[in-house]
């Protein structure tokens, strides 16, 4: 059975950096298109921040794009997410997810099949 974990939230301060992962278990993602998304507080809306297709095309969130960098290492079946310049509102808890599809839709579409347990990211000002 397919399982996701993230690792490498944690708290910086505003213009730091930092590196998500997820890693995928049970079960192989490279074909799949993977997302990664946050929530900013439990009972908020979702955001959809970045995805990325198994040939690497990507799409961003406008309020990302030229900060973060999704990217995947399909021999280790491991999504990331680098981020820098960060920002107090990008605090949030972060989650990877799939759909099992192999093409990414929008980001504003959020509707996974799966997803994982989720890192906490906190920046301060």
């Known amino acids: 059975q397919l399982q996701l974990v993230e690792s490498g939230g944690g708290s910086v301060q505003a213009g730091g950096s930092l590196r998500l992962s997820c890693a995928a278990s049970?079960?192989?993602?490279?074909?799949?298109?993977m997302t990664w998304f946050r929530r900013q507080a439990p009972g908020k809306e979702s955001e959809g921040v970045a995805?990325?297709?198994?040939?690497?095309?990507?799409t961003y969130a406008d309020s990302v794009k030229d900060r973060f960098t999704i990217s995947r290492n399909n021999a280790k079946d491991t999504l990331y997410l680098q981020m820098n310049t960060l920002k107090p509102e990008d605090t949030a808890m972060y989650y990877c997810a799939t759909n099992y599809g192999f093409e990414c839709g929008s980001l504003t579409v959020l509707n996974f099949a799966l997803w994982g347990q989720g890192t906490q990211v906190t920046v301060s000002s």
């Open positions: 995805n990325i297709d198994s040939a690497g095309s990507t």
């Open positions: 049970g079960n192989t993602v490279k074909r799949y298109c």
